[in-house]
T-cell receptor, first 116, second 109 residues
């Protein structure tokens, strides 16, 4: 397997624009996680899915953020409209289980987002 | 939320030295994991260890859940161990995963 795939790897956009980040989890993994990493706030869990269903989105900062998982092999994180404070590295991760001995999360390489 | 504190914040070691990283958390947890982020930003899961002890090569981890701390041991450190080590926890009956601020490790040849 190629691991967790994220695209794009880098995104530079202007304030107010819509941004869509994409993630392809490892095949067979039932859980998918979206994280954000910034210098100020560190690593934060934004939302996670189980079998394509959002389980907890309490980490999503505000209504400008939305995430979908239309099928087991694809998820998107959308920011609309984007703001400079959204600049961060966004990671996607997937795992076979959660809160168990097989809860090994495999991370994608991340998308570095810069909002000007 | 739950507070997750890691110490030390920074650590510089000579290659071959041993080290202990600590993670304290403020509430009972049913999920605790250690991660390594290498200098290029890649995150790798090291251990799932809500309690007990595990070992994987030169790395081992121990969590004492009743005292709300976990330790990550690195023996015979190598330059490839450099990076930031994160502890992350999930509270019992919770869904959120909270990360500590990390320990930045630099191993000097």
């Amino acid at each position: 397997d190629a691991g967790v795939i994220q695209s794009p790897r880098h995104e530079v956009t202007e304030m107010g624009q819509e941004v869509t980040l994409r993630c392809k989890p490892i095949s067979g993994h039932d859980y998918l996680f979206w994280y954000r990493q910034t210098m100020m706030r560190g690593l934060e869990l934004l939302i996670y899915f189980n079998n394509n269903v959002p389980i907890d989105d309490s980490g999503m900062p505000e209504d400008r953020f939305s995430a979908k998982m239309p099928n087991a092999s694809f998820s998107t994180l959308k920011i609309q409209p984007s703001e400079p404070r959204d600049s961060a590295v966004y990671f996607c991760a997937s795992s076979f289980q959660r809160a168990s001995s097989t809860d090994t999360q495999y991370f994608g390489p991340g998308t570095r987002l810069t909002v000007l | 939320g739950i507070q997750v504190e890691q110490s030390p914040p920074d650590l510089i070691l000579q290659e071959g030295a041993n080290s202990t990283l600590r993670c304290n958390f403020s509430d009972s947890v049913n999920n605790l994991q250690w991660f390594h982020q290498n200098p290029w930003g890649q995150l790798i899961n090291l251990f799932y260890i809500p309690s007990g002890t595990k070992q994987n090569g030169r790395l081992s981890a121990t969590t004492v859940a009743t005292e709300r701390y976990s330790l990550l041991y690195i023996s015979s450190s190598q330059t490839t161990d450099s990076g930031v080590y994160f502890c992350a926890v999930e509270r019992i009956n919770g869904n959120q995963f909270y990360f500590g601020t990390g320990t930045s490790l630099t191993v000097i040849p």
